[in-house]
């Protein structure tokens, strides 16, 4: 991601060759490429993608009715943040970039808030519905209004972690 001069976001995609990445098969193999063969099972695969990342919001959404119930707890500060890892890695993959870029956010804004009563459970809130709603909107690059909403939150968290740095 990078700034223009006018301070918007510009998104930059990364566009990655896996032929690049394998070595030459010898020529006994040439036959099957593997590359192809990868793509093709992720091809099979990809009409699940929605269900697992529902279910990765589903536990995303436990660890938040944890934190409404009982509090910013270790436990659930941890649910928290393992389930937002886990979206950040997987989004991406599944095909929900602006769901990965939110969870991005929100682990960092809990990796850098070390204590708890600092921390600010509107912007935790904000970020996991953000979540929910990229999920259900199947909202990605192209549409703007969820790209706003990952701006905005971005913008906010680096302003609350700055805050944390200043006292």
Known sequence: MARTENGSVEIIPVKIDLRKKAPPLPAFRTKVDPVKAAEAAIDKLSF???NWMVAEVENLSNAWRQIKSDGLTEDAEEKL???SHDIKGQAATFGYPLAG???ASLCKVLEACEDR???QI????KHVQA???IVQ???DEQNPIGNQLVAALIEISEDFMAS????
Do not use: G, N, P, S
Request: proline share 0%; charged share 30%; no cysteine.
């Open 48 to 50: 699940q993608f929605k």
């Open 81 to 83: 943040y393992r389930a």
């Open 101 to 103: 870029q939110v969870a």
């Open 117 to 119: 009563d600092r921390m």
């Open 122 to 125: 509107t912007l935790l809130e």
């Open 131 to 133: 979540m929910i709603a």
């Open 137 to 139: 909107e199947k909202a």
């Open 164 to 167: 944390l740095q200043e006292a």
